[in-house]
């Protein structure tokens, strides 16, 4: 099992930056592939950004390049999702997941572990 903890959302304005994070525990972090997935009410939850295990491989969904960034600290058994120049849009609950292998990468249903989620609002 794969415990995952986000944290780091909150309220900020049109054109800020936050960076959530999420913890791990309870098998080797560094065998997972990290993604970070959101969620907006009413909406399907969308694949944002994924790293695999050693970091040298990286996924980012179309709307998103260029203002997120994905990394992870493999001491720290945490990901991190900068997101730059914030818009209101990005309003959502964002979510981490682990999963064993890179394939399939940017499925919510192949993911093997969620965290609970972190609250994004951006107000304009």
């Known amino acids: 099992q794969v415990q995952l903890v986000e944290s780091g959302g909150g309220l900020v304005q049109a054109g800020g930056s936050l960076r959530p994070s999420c913890a791990a525990s309870g098998r080797t972090f560094s065998n997972y592939v990290m993604g970070w997935f959101r969620q907006a009410p009413g909406k399907e939850r969308e694949f944002q950004a994924a790293?695999?295990?050693?970091?040298?491989?990286?996924i980012y969904a179309d709307s998103v390049k260029g203002r997120f960034t994905i990394s992870r600290d493999n001491a720290k058994n945490t990901v991190y999702l900068q997101i730059n120049n914030l818009k209101p849009e990005d309003t959502a609950v964002y979510y981490c997941?682990?999963?064993?292998?890179?394939?399939?990468?940017?499925?919510?249903?192949?993911?093997?572990?969620w965290g609970q989620g972190t609250q994004v609002t951006v107000s304009s």
């Open positions: 790293l695999s295990g050693s970091g040298g491989s990286t």
């Open positions: 997941a682990a999963k064993r292998v890179w394939h399939r990468v940017t499925s919510s249903q192949q993911q093997d572990y």
